[in-house]
């Protein structure tokens, strides 16, 4: 058989798998020979020190040495040595069931070009008793696949499902850089955020064969990388909503302030104008990185562009923005400048603090918020060249 009449590679990661690597490789070799699907096996080895590579060979793989350590590493390394039109990935430590290879491929058959598993029963799969930590199976897996769902419209249930398939041609357009854990997380963002055509099919879960060591999987680490990930995916999250959120409190400090509004027993005076100051000042850096950080989205592929975006960047520019940073910066010299010669007038003596404090702290707020504004300017014009 040619490279070029085989219709399905599957890949497995590996790394000191002996106990379960012949179980998952004569499964795979079973469905997908008793379905007619012309097939090979691609085992990335990832710097095992048992026998797991002449296992490989020896039931029919070909092994991909990969030197540099990481889930999405090996992933990355056995698909770009693979043949296959289609790729199927699974795990070695026999969790995933190998017999329901052919379901994969009968989706992929129909036009998808991702398809998913799913062990949760949310979409209709199954996780037997023992299989999955409690807290994996009701906290972080629901919870990832829920932001999954709702930052980035991804129509599946259970993120986390290392048993997929796609077709070569599409992973090769997703541009994957992960190379951990999270890495099965990052196709199915970059796979949502391109409208793929992506489909869930139910699976079971079954308990980790392995015997000699723990799962790989960590869980506060992965967990960590995985919320990181979805995070640094999605900046309206992370910086948009936090950012306008602090700004509106900064705002109201200040109608409270000068609009003489009492709260109870509480003046806000002073005080309140200087945390206020800070706190939308917080605000403001936040909502600027999310621009920054949506351009740099776009030109990674993480983010699909849209209209907003487009209309910002086409009234937004360095002149724009440099004009409206003088424009603060020179308000905030003028203010500072009033309260000197207040300063002065009272022979640089004491002051009536309450008074001078609502002239020098509005001044010093718009002083560092027109120099942050040309800076920002400089930058994000700087990263969104790429653009024009």
Same mark, same amino acid.
């Given at each position: 058989?040619?490279?070029?009449?085989?219709?399905?590679?599957?890949?497995?990661?590996?790394?000191?798998?002996?106990?379960?690597?012949?179980?998952? #490789?004569?499964?795979?070799?079973?469905? #997908?020979?008793?379905?007619?699907?012309?097939?090979?096996?691609?085992?990335?080895?990832?710097?095992?020190?048992?026998?797991?590579?002449?296992?490989?060979?020896?039931?029919? *793989?070909?092994?991909?040495?990969?030197?540099?350590?990481?889930?999405?590493?090996?992933?990355?390394?056995?698909?770009?040595?693979?043949?296959?039109?289609?790729?199927?990935?699974?795990? *070695?430590?026999?969790?995933?069931?190998?017999?329901?290879?052919?379901?994969?491929?009968?989706?992929?058959?129909?036009? =998808?070009?991702?398809?998913?598993?799913?062990?949760?029963?949310?979409?209709?799969?199954?996780?037997?008793?023992?299989?999955?930590?409690?807290?994996?199976?009701?906290?972080? =897996?629901?919870?990832?696949?829920?932001? *999954?769902?709702?930052?980035?419209?991804?129509?599946?249930?259970?993120?986390?499902?290392?048993?997929?398939?796609?077709?070569?041609?599409?992973?090769?357009?997703?541009?994957?850089?992960?190379?951990?854990?999270?890495?099965?997380?990052?196709?199915?963002?970059?796979?949502?955020?391109?409208?793929?055509?992506?489909?869930?099919?139910?699976?079971?879960?079954?308990?980790?064969?392995?015997?000699?060591?723990?799962?790989?999987?960590?869980?506060?680490?992965?967990?960590?990388?995985?919320?990181?990930?979805?995070?640094?995916?999605?900046?309206?999250?992370?910086?948009?909503?936090?950012?306008?959120?602090?700004?509106?409190?900064?705002?109201?400090?200040?109608?409270?302030?000068?609009?003489?509004?009492?709260?109870?027993?509480?003046?806000?005076?002073?005080?309140?104008?200087?945390?206020?100051?800070?706190?939308?000042?917080?605000?403001?850096?936040?909502?600027?990185?999310?621009?920054?950080?949506?351009?740099?989205?776009?030109?990674?592929?993480?983010?699909?562009?849209?209209?907003?975006?487009?209309?910002?960047?086409?009234?937004? =520019?360095?002149?724009?923005?440099?004009?409206?940073?003088?424009?603060?910066?020179?308000?905030?010299?003028?203010?500072?400048?009033?309260?000197?010669?207040?300063?002065?007038?009272?022979?640089?003596?004491?002051?009536?603090?309450?008074?001078?404090?609502?002239?020098?702290?509005?001044?010093?707020?718009?002083?560092?918020?027109?120099?942050?504004?040309?800076?920002?300017?400089?930058?994000?014009?700087?990263?969104?060249?790429?653009?024009?």
């Amino acid at each position: 058989m040619s490279n070029s009449d085989i219709e399905v590679s599957v890949v497995i990661p590996c790394l000191n798998e002996a106990d379960t690597l012949e179980t998952c #490789l004569q499964k795979a070799h079973r469905s #997908l020979s008793e379905a007619g699907i012309q097939y090979e096996i691609v085992v990335a080895d990832n710097g095992s020190t048992d026998a797991s590579p002449q296992i490989a060979r020896s039931n029919g *793989a070909r092994v991909v040495a990969v030197s540099r350590r990481g889930y999405g590493s090996a992933l990355m390394s056995g698909i770009e040595a693979s043949h296959g039109r289609y790729i199927i990935m699974g795990d *070695a430590d026999d969790s995933y069931d190998f017999l329901e290879c052919p379901k994969f491929v009968k989706e992929l058959r129909k036009g =998808n070009e991702l398809v998913q598993g799913c062990r949760l029963p949310s979409g209709g799969g199954t996780v037997l008793p023992g299989a999955m930590p409690w807290s994996h199976r009701w906290i972080g =897996n629901p919870l990832f696949s829920f932001l *999954a769902r709702h930052w980035f419209s991804a129509p599946i249930h259970d993120i986390y499902c290392g048993l997929r398939a796609f077709t070569k041609e599409f992973y090769q357009q997703l541009g994957l850089r992960c190379m951990g854990m999270e890495f099965a997380t990052e196709m199915i963002v970059k796979a949502s955020i391109r409208e793929a055509r992506i489909s869930e099919i139910p699976i079971s879960l079954h308990p980790d064969g392995r015997k000699a060591h723990a799962p790989h999987l960590k869980t506060i680490r992965d967990g960590w990388r995985t919320l990181r990930l979805l995070l640094m995916c999605s900046p309206h999250w992370l910086f948009v909503i936090p950012g306008l959120a602090l700004m509106l409190a900064g705002a109201l400090g200040y109608v409270l302030v000068f609009g003489g509004i009492r709260i109870g027993p509480a003046t806000p005076d002073a005080h309140t104008l200087l945390f206020s100051s800070a706190i939308f000042l917080c605000g403001y850096l936040s909502a600027s990185f999310s621009f920054i950080m949506k351009t740099f989205a776009l030109r990674e592929g993480w983010q699909k562009d849209s209209r907003l975006m487009g209309r910002l960047y086409e009234w937004f =520019n360095l002149e724009r923005g440099l004009l409206a940073g003088l424009a603060c910066t020179f308000a905030g010299l003028a203010l500072m400048a009033w309260a000197i010669f207040r300063w002065a007038q009272a022979d640089f003596g004491e002051l009536d603090y309450r008074s001078t404090m609502r002239i020098a702290i509005p001044g010093a707020t718009l002083l560092t918020l027109g120099v942050q504004t040309c800076f920002f300017s400089f930058f994000s014009s700087s990263v969104g060249m790429w653009r024009k």
